[in-house]
């Protein structure tokens, strides 16, 4: 666990392998405020990575309910990763574009993710407001399907370990 701490607050000094971690973009529909990037300056440190880039809301360990996603497996976010078969084992550096309840992760670096043979670059999560121990995932090859909600999967995620209170 030290490691993966130390790797975090080395990420400008490109630890993964010797190599800078894939990355998501980070933008955000609401009020201009100051938005943490996924890439920090050279002489920064890890500065621009104090905040938390995911939504807390959305960390966690998610598992598929869904046979359209149960092969890629569960999906666990951080505040600042993605760890999901389709991607890798090695957690991906996570940050989000959020747009009213809606969530989108964009994902890129090499290798890409890769669902049944198609590369993914997009996941919009959408968190369920009745409950709050569910969430939408859906899963885009690229910009131009998510522009037209074309979809290569999608699945509704069940938090593991939580006790939805809303109910």
Aim: glycine fraction near 6%; charge should be negative.
């Amino acid at each position: 666990m030290t490691g993966v701490l130390l790797c975090f607050a080395a990420l400008a000094a490109a630890c993964l392998d010797d190599a800078a971690p894939p990355a998501l973009v980070v933008a955000t529909a609401s009020a201009p405020v100051a938005q943490p990037t996924a890439t920090p300056a050279a002489d920064s440190g890890t500065d621009s990575l104090a905040s938390p880039l995911l939504p807390q809301a959305l960390e966690g360990r998610w598992t598929p309910q869904s046979k359209a996603l149960q092969g890629p497996g569960e999906l666990t976010l951080t505040a600042r990763t993605l760890t999901w078969a389709p991607c890798g084992e090695a957690p991906r550096a996570a940050a989000a574009e959020t747009t009213g309840d809606t969530v989108l992760l964009t994902l890129s670096g090499t290798p890409s993710c890769v669902l049944d043979g198609q590369p993914v670059s997009h996941l919009r999560l959408l968190p369920r407001a009745d409950q709050v121990c569910e969430m939408e995932v859906s899963v885009f090859e690229n910009a131009e399907q998510l522009e037209r909600n074309e979809r290569l999967a999608w699945s509704v995620y069940i938090r593991a370990d939580c006790r939805d209170t809303a109910r």
